[in-house]
């Protein structure tokens, strides 16, 4: 079982930056952050392998970057030019499933969860 706790979540002007970071209780190969606004599907925002490979959502893809401390074992994802479509909340995500066909960008494809982060980009 792996436990995820995420912080950094908050209120920002559009164009300004978060940083958001999730502790984790174990290792897992694979770990992804995902976003979720109410009436809509939770989509995945980026995605990446304890070797450093990453998957990024296209519309996040040159803002958004995922990274990985594992001496820590924390994942953190730097958001910079924030738009009001970023408003939702952020959800950390790890997964113990592997293999050359799984999506990791695709929610069901992960089997431990964070509680979410709110983040706010006001106009």
């Known amino acids: 079982q792996v436990q995820l706790v995420e912080s950094g979540g908050g209120s920002v002007q559009a164009g300004g930056s978060l940083t958001l970071s999730c502790a984790a209780s174990g290792y897992t190969d694979y770990m992804g952050w995902f976003r979720q606004v109410p009436g809509k599907e939770r989509e995945g925002v980026a995605a990446?392998?304890?070797?450093?490979?990453?998957w990024y959502l296209e519309s996040v893809k040159g803002r958004f970057t995922i990274s990985k401390d594992n001496f820590k074992n924390t994942l953190y994802l730097q958001m910079n030019s924030l738009k009001p479509e970023d408003t939702a909340m952020y959800y950390c995500a790890a997964t113990s499933r592997v293999g050359p066909t799984i999506d990791y960008l695709r929610p069901s494809s992960y089997n431990y969860w964070g509680q979410g982060t709110q983040v706010t980009v006001s106009a």
């Open positions: 990446s392998h304890i070797r450093g490979r990453t």
